[in-house]
């Protein structure tokens, strides 16, 4: 069944980068794309970028400059960096599949704190 | 980048009213190809946003059929007929015609 699990740290301290990994199973990443999607504490849904399932990306502008999203078709991952990180970027990263949102992972916290 | 407005903002309801959750887009969300990539998640507390209905109408597999979703161009509608408790819980419209993909801020479904 189709499945995605965000992972990683879940502590980054101020102006540090952000390293997440979407590992996802039942369905291939050449035939669907992967979007990034976060949500500060209590607050509502921030589309943050995709990974096309033809290997093509797009960011949210607001993030643009610091984001970037990259994918190992081998392993079945794909991959967010965010520098530049502040207290603001506290929240709840998850990746979803597709432009449809039809299956979420679980989400990871992170909290950007010195 | 396109904005969805949803009213209301919070909605309380008794189990078993039927209650419905507007979504208002500031352009059209009908795509080139015919298409209209308008859907409804919801998430209960704790938990991830699950797909409720794509493509404005079509329900996902495994929702209830109390829950219907209408509308074209830049207006839209979630329809629960017969609230349960189980729904309870943040329902959010998202877009996928025009890139980047957007979210409306959320309608909080509470019980009376």
């Known amino acids: 069944q189709v499945q995605l699990t965000e992972s990683g740290p879940g502590l980054v301290h101020p102006s540090e980068t952000l390293s997440l990994t979407c590992t996802v199973s039942?369905?291939?990443?050449?035939?669907?794309?992967v979007y990034w999607v976060r949500q500060p504490s209590g607050k509502g849904l921030e589309w943050m970028g995709r990974?096309?399932?033809?290997?093509?990306?797009s960011y949210n502008s607001a993030l643009k400059s610091r984001l970037s999203i990259s994918r190992d078709t081998s392993k079945n991952q794909v991959f967010l960096k965010m520098n530049s990180l502040q207290t603001d970027d506290t929240g709840t990263y998850y990746c979803?599949?597709?432009?449809?949102?039809?299956?979420w992972g679980q989400g990871v916290m992170v909290t950007v704190s010195s | 980048d396109v904005v969805l407005t949803q009213t209301p903002p919070t909605l309380s309801a008794t189990i078993g009213q039927s209650v419905s959750i507007s979504c208002r887009s500031s352009q059209s969300l009908l795509h080139s190809n015919g298409n209209t990539y308008l859907h409804w998640l919801l998430q209960r507390p704790g938990q991830s946003p699950q797909l409720l209905i794509y493509s404005v109408s079509r329900l996902e597999s495994g929702v209830p059929n109390r829950f219907s979703g209408s509308g074209s161009g830049t207006d839209f509608t979630l329809k629960i007929s017969g609230v349960e408790a189980e729904d309870l819980g943040v329902y959010y419209c998202v877009q996928g015609t025009h890139a980047p993909n957007t979210f409306g801020a959320g309608t909080k479904l509470e019980l009376k």
């Open positions: 979803t599949r597709g432009g449809g949102v039809d299956y």
């Open positions: 039942g369905f291939s990443l050449t035939g669907y794309s």
């Open positions: 990974m096309r399932y033809n290997g093509d990306t």
